[in-house]
């Protein structure tokens, strides 16, 4: 597993991103930096094209929380343990997926 300090540095730049990326899509959702078309056919692929939009910006919202809480379990000293086990969790998992909460084992099931 790679060094805690330089971990939750790359971390909290990822959440940074995010964060800024969340924005951006929110802001582009509440139109505040386009103008909604007012010809019908237009209007409906603006429609379209907000559907992912709001996909894409669920995403964003639910890495942000999951970099949050891995921010948070290495914070409580806890980020290698299983949250469903208790074990502790593979280095190699951790490198892979940093904001993992559980082990292999835990993972399949």
């Known amino acids: 597993m790679s060094d805690l300090n330089e971990l939750r540095a790359r971390l909290e730049a990822e959440l940074e991103a995010e964060v800024r990326k ?13 103008d909604v078309p007012a010809d019908w056919s237009d209007k409906a692929q603006f429609l379209e094209n907000d559907e992912v939009l709001e996909a894409l910006e669920g995403r964003a919202r639910e890495r942000i929380e999951r970099i949050a809480t891995a921010l948070r379990r290495i914070h409580n000293g806890i980020y290698a343990s299983c949250s469903s086990c208790g074990g502790d969790i593979e280095p190699e998992r951790l490198d892979i997926l940093s904001t993992t909460t559980i082990c292999a084992s835990c993972a399949r099931g």
């Open 22 to 34: 969340h924005g951006r899509l929110s802001d582009h959702l509440r139109n505040e930096d386009r």
